[in-house]
T-cell receptor, first 115, second 114 residues
């Protein structure tokens, strides 16, 4: 099993450009998450999905959109990138609703720089 | 709301030293508590967890005990190795807007020198 994979690993954008980050998991997990990691702030939840075809806002959703058209994929879109979106983005998945009993599995991250 | 406060880093120790990384939390109800580790260039991976008060989570020589009376979940290891150099995140799971989510601390960077 590959687990959780993310593409691309690195990307540099200019302000106003758009891009899509792809997350894929091969563990048949129901829940998927997008986080951003910034220095001194830990991980913050951007959006999440509780199943195919569903998405919900997390802690810091502004400027991002997501889609979960297939159970194994969770896409994060930036329509008009801003320097404040420079960050490391992590995707995660978990098998069921209650993360108390089900750990989240993380991808390796995407380092995005917006100039 | 839920929050996690971690010991400020970075922490630098010599090999075989004793490690403690402090973590305290604020939450309603009875959250589960976790330590995640992030090795250089990699994503986070679960190190250990505890799901109820007085539980002790352990893995790879690391331990942490869920202390409800002090709302703490401190990470300890008796003898650290260079390979333990990483960023450690304390986290709790709790219900937010009807769904269970993880709340992370800011992370503590640990460097072990030979």
């Amino acid at each position: 099993n590959a687990g959780v994979t993310q593409t691309p690993k690195f990307r540099v954008l200019k302000t106003g450009q758009s891009m899509t980050l792809l997350c894929a998991q091969d563990m048949n997990h129901e829940y998927m998450y997008w986080y951003r990691q910034d220095p001194g702030m830990g991980l913050r939840l951007i959006h999440y999905s509780v199943g195919e075809g569903t998405t919900a806002k997390g802690e810091v959703p502004d400027g991002y959109n997501v889609s979960r058209l297939k159970k194994q994929n969770f896409l994060l879109g930036l329509e008009s990138a801003a320097p404040s979106q420079t960050s490391v983005y992590f995707c995660a998945s978990s098998p069921a609703k209650y993360s108390s009993y089900n750990e989240q599995f993380f991808g390796p991250g995407t380092r995005l720089t917006v100039l | 709301g839920n929050s996690v406060t971690q010991m400020e880093g970075p922490v630098t120790l010599s090999e075989e030293a004793f490690l403690t990384i402090n973590c305290t939390y604020t939450a309603t109800g009875y959250p589960s508590l976790f330590w995640y580790v992030q090795y250089p260039g990699e994503g986070l991976q679960l190190l250990l967890k505890a799901t109820k008060a007085d539980d002790k989570g352990s893995n790879k020589g690391f331990e942490a005990t869920y202390r409800k009376e002090t709302t703490s979940f401190h990470l300890e290891k008796g003898s650290v190795q260079v390979s333990d150099s990483a960023v450690y995140f304390c986290a709790l799971s709790g219900i937010v807007s009807g769904n269970e989510k993880l709340t992370f601390g800011t992370g503590t960077r640990l460097t072990i020198i030979p």
